[in-house]
């Protein structure tokens, strides 16, 4: 069986893990600038901001190493880049717009003329090589300002800013770009407050409540992009994107069934949002509960109602097991994508993350379930390895493309059973900065990139085994899978 014709095969990165050039062409410091990359600390932990203190020493560090300050130099490179990545025949990449280079401090009345200028080549050089450009507007890049000024996303005239930058990209890409993505997995600002929302935890009375306005300010954005594109550029789809947390109980005890659904209720309530217009029965009795007064007025109800998302775009990665002592990702903060407890029957990447395709298929019938006939964009799926060349000069990543087969299985097996999938992007086509640990050995691309954690190497690019299977994949339109 193969795909539905106009299925999306490509890639997805992020500008901010890819490009370097921190500082050139006028941009300036954004959120993920000040993650530092630190030997000492466990790979498995997953780094957090929580005040102004550690972005001021981050700033003024002038020993420490900060890889996504340098990325893989795609700022440079991207011209050999994409076609090297589109010789494996795929049709689409995702990239994002770092929002710092297009309005350096995100409150200036006019953009950055240099930084319009690099995606103006950008977007022309994917769509000459055959693909189309799925641009995602916020992922973790808001200018650091917005930050240390303004307080982050709590704050409506971010809102304000955000959207006076949308509408600025929009129509100046209008007929350019496949798909607009608002948000890069809108629920991740549930778990680390500033990474997705640009909120100092050390700043803020009740973290809950800062967490939930702010996304709710995330989520008018996204309306008022929908409606952006749809005026400006019927053609092009809009939406954004959550990460997707599957869960499974623990055991069998009905406290921990209930537990799954009340994580699932969780994770999804921003989709909920996105997709039906609305919030969901159960979060007013939560707020109320819980002491939490949003400000919400009848504008902004009848906005999101109005303006629903095209589609639905999700990161799938890992499944958790979760009992009922989990902790809410409302109630508090850290990454809690992992579960409470290991999987026995699942195996396990160097990073603890548990391979599971099944649970892939799962996500993806549930989602259907709950969203009817909404197209699904598969915007991250990918395995995170260590690549050692070999002495023939090759990288032999077998793992990878077993990794790579077995959840394309697992998609076929959905659409086969009615599921809309719109497109499998896999993170991240080349190496680049890991997102979760800043390093650059936590390697996922099928493209080797000849650089370690501190930025030592050729910065060569080799193509992986991995390659090769995945050009059968994306020219067949994954009947070589």
């Known amino acids: 069986m193969s ?36 030997p000492s600390v466990d790979p498995h932990d997953i780094a957090m901001i929580t005040s102004r203190e550690q972005l001021e020493a981050a700033l003024a560090d002038t020993e420490g190493v900060y890889p996504k300050r340098d990325g893989i130099d795609f700022f440079h490179t991207y011209p050999a880049d994409l076609d090297l990545l589109a010789g494996m025949g795929a049709n689409a990449f995702r990239t994002s717009i770092n929002w710092a280079r297009i309005f350096p401090r995100g409150d200036e009345p006019e953009p950055n003329p240099e930084g319009l200028a690099f995606y103006d080549a950008l977007i022309d050089k994917l769509n000459a090589v055959g693909l189309k450009p799925v641009i995602t507007l916020s992922h973790y890049e808001m200018p650091l300002a917005l930050i240390t000024e303004y307080g982050g996303w709590a704050n409506r005239q971010v809102l304000d800013f955000f959207n006076r930058y949308a509408d600025l990209v929009v129509d100046r890409y209008s007929g350019k770009v496949a798909y607009w993505m608002g948000f890069n997995q809108i629920n991740t600002g549930l778990m680390d407050p500033y990474l997705a929302l640009g909120l100092l935890e050390d700043e803020v009375g009740s973290i809950t409540q800062a967490k939930l306005q702010a996304t709710h300010h995330q989520l008018l954005a996204n309306a008022h992009l929908v409606a952006t594109v749809h005026r400006v550029d019927p053609q092009a789809r809009a939406g954004s994107m959550i990460l997707d947390m599957t869960a499974y109980p623990a055991s069998t005890r009905p406290e921990d069934v209930l537990a799954v659904q009340k994580a699932d209720q969780e994770v999804f309530y921003a989709a909920d949002v996105l997709v039906r217009g609305e919030y969901p029965g159960w979060f007013a009795p939560y707020c109320a509960e819980h002491g939490i007064e949003l400000q919400i007025s009848d504008a902004d109800a009848a906005l999101l109602a109005e303006n629903v998302s095209d589609y639905l775009a999700i990161s799938y990665y890992v499944t958790r097991v979760i009992g009922a002592n989990r902790a809410s990702i409302l109630d508090s903060t850290g990454w809690n994508v992992l579960g409470d407890l290991p999987n026995p029957h699942l195996p396990s990447t160097r990073w603890g993350w ?3 395709p099944t649970g892939f298929e799962l996500a993806l019938l549930k989602l259907a379930d709950r969203y009817p006939g909404v197209p699904i964009l598969i915007a991250e799926n990918g395995l995170g390895n260590i690549d050692v060349l070999d002495a023939d000069g090759r990288i032999h990543d077998d793992y990878r493309t077993e990794y790579i087969r077995d959840h394309v299985a697992a998609m076929r097996r959905a659409v086969a059973q009615g599921v809309n999938v719109a497109g499998y992007l896999v993170w991240s086509g080349i190496d680049i900065v890991s997102a979760s640990s800043n390093e650059r050995t936590k390697r996922y691309g099928f493209v080797y990139v000849d650089l370690d954690d501190q930025g030592n190497g050729t910065a060569r690019r080799i193509p992986k085994d991995s390659y090769d299977y995945f050009r059968q994949v994306a020219t067949s339109n994954g009947r070589m899978s």
Request: net charge negative.
């Open 3 to 38: 795909f539905p014709d106009g299925f999306l095969w490509g890639f997805a990165i992020a500008a901010n893990q890819a490009e370097g050039a921190w500082q050139a062409g006028g941009k300036g410091p954004c959120q993920a600038d000040v993650m530092k990359w630190d």
């Open 354 to 356: 548990q391979i599971d």
